[in-house]
Nanobody, 122 residues
Framework: QVQLVESGGGLVQAGGSLRLSCAAS????????MGWFRQAPGKEREFVAA????????YYADSVKGRFTMSRDNAKNTVYLRMNSVKPEDTAVYYC???????????????WGQGTQVTVSS
């Protein structure tokens, strides 16, 4: 079992930066690939970024590539999403997820956090 708790969301102006954190419980955290997804009102949950268990491989949605950076600190059981040059269209609830394989779709992820709201003002 893995429990995930996101933090770091809030209100930010367009062009600004924000760092989201996802703290995981459980001794098997280092076995899991991790992902960030987001869901805006009236839209489906969409992939943002993913990282392998070692942190050696990262994957990004085209919409955030070059602006967002995902990383993990296995010693702290935490993954991060650094969001730079944010845009109003980045406004959404952001969720972290844990799974046995790296994936760009929600299905393969077994555990989800409760989400943290990110609002980007223009």
């Amino acid at each position: 079992q893995v429990q995930l708790v996101e933090s770091g969301g809030g209100l930010v102006q367009a062009g600004g930066s924000l760092r989201l954190s996802c703290a995981a419980s459980g001794r098997t955290f280092t076995s899991y690939a991790m992902g960030w997804f987001r869901q805006a009102p009236g839209k489906e949950r969409e992939f943002v970024a993913a990282i392998s268990w070692s942190g050696g491989s990262t994957y990004y949605a085209d919409s955030v590539k070059g602006r967002f950076t995902m990383s993990r600190d296995n010693a702290k059981n935490t993954v991060y999403l650094r969001m730079n040059s944010v845009k109003p269209e980045d406004t959404a609830v952001y969720y972290c997820a844990a799974g046995w394989v790296v994936a760009t779709t929600p299905g393969p992820y077994d555990y989800w956090g409760q989400g943290t709201q990110v609002t980007v003002s223009s």
